[in-house]
């Protein structure tokens, strides 16, 4: 991410929203995202529609100090600088609300290794937190511990998160996770689908290094 101006980020924060809506992951304005940058975070701003919304609209923020009242960032900015605190080698955090994830998080569910491809997100489940009010710090420790050795995790009556080492490997990675909910939903209407083995989804994630798209 050091390799992109103010600007540049700015910008790549705008079409990646315009870019999940596009996909399907994500309706209106409900999702959010944030960037790592000069010791702080950018994201994008609360209630802004992304075809409006222009680069000095996103919101810097410090990762430690109080809130600006003067800025006005997405109401999830919490766990967003919580997760970046908490996993410095992330650099991009990715919230949105895909219909067949969030399918899954209203019912609590967890998904399973039902393809190898869960292996993409650090481990042989992709968690679900508790529920917690939005913007909560409640909320915020929840998705910290459901991320925890974790890329992506479901909140319970909410929807998603993805995070990575770049912007482009977090929204591929989004969308693989709604990929694995979709199937997985589809597996549930027909019965108990068998999972893969804890080692089979080791094996894969040493073979699976690296996998997905190049750094910015």
Request: net charge negative; hydrophobic share 40%; with cysteine.
């Amino acid at each position: 991410m050091s390799t992109m101006n103010d600007r540049a980020k700015r910008q790549s924060i705008i079409t990646a929203c315009l870019r999940m809506n596009e996909l399907g992951i994500n309706q209106g304005t409900s999702g959010n995202i944030s960037l790592r940058h000069e010791g702080g975070m950018l994201i994008t701003p609360t209630s802004t529609p992304y075809e409006a919304m222009q680069p000095e609209q996103i919101v810097f923020m410090n990762l430690d100090g109080p809130l600006d009242t003067n800025q006005r960032p997405s109401s999830e900015w919490r766990f967003h600088r919580d997760i970046l605190k908490a996993r410095p080698e992330v650099n991009a955090v990715v919230h949105a609300h895909p219909p067949y994830a969030t399918i899954l998080a209203i019912m609590g569910l967890e998904i399973p290794p039902v393809h190898y491809m869960i292996a993409c997100a650090g481990g042989d489940t992709i968690r679900c937190s508790p529920y917690a009010t939005f913007g909560t710090e409640e909320l915020s420790r929840h998705a910290v511990t459901a991320l925890q050795d974790r890329s992506a995790c479901l909140l319970a009556h909410h929807g998603m998160i993805a995070i990575g080492p770049s912007l482009s490997k977090a929204m591929w990675l989004a969308v693989e996770v709604e990929t694995l909910a979709r199937q997985y939903h589809g597996c549930l209407q027909i019965g108990t689908p068998p999972l893969l083995s804890k080692a089979e989804i080791e094996n894969v994630r040493g073979r699976i290094a690296g996998y997905g798209p190049g750094e910015e």
